[in-house]
């Protein structure tokens, strides 16, 4: 059993910055994948940034030179440092862990990004 847990959305203007934080507890292996997926509204859930259990870290190009994907393992936090965002940014955010094949997810966070 896998749970994620998601916190740090809000509402922020244009040019802020929001810190989203997500705990994953249960039966985790050594390998994995963590990421940060958005789904805006009407829209499919796409990737974010991904960061693999030694630290390979990927971006999508919409969120390179702003988002900062981080984890800690021995607390099993991914943390996701978005800076300068845009409204375009909007949407729900979701912490995801791949391991054996699977994916599991958190149930999302709503970041609201106003112009």
């Known amino acids: 059993q896998v749970q994620l847990v998601e916190s740090g959305g809000g509402l922020v203007q244009a040019g802020g910055s929001l810190r989203l934080s997500c705990v994953v507890s249960g039966t985790i292996m050594s390998l994995n994948v963590k990421g940060w997926y958005r789904q805006a509204p009407g829209e499919q859930r796409e990737l974010v940034a991904t960061i693999t259990s030694v630290g390979v870290t990927s971006y999508a190009e919409s969120a390179k030179g702003r988002f900062i994907i981080s984890r800690d393992n021995t607390k099993s936090t991914v943390t996701l440092q978005m800076n300068s965002l845009k409204p375009e940014d909007t949407g729900t955010y979701y912490c995801?862990?791949?391991?054996?094949?699977?994916?599991?997810w958190g149930q999302g966070t709503q970041v609201t990004v106003s112009s």
């Open positions: 995801a862990l791949d391991q054996e094949s699977r994916r599991y």
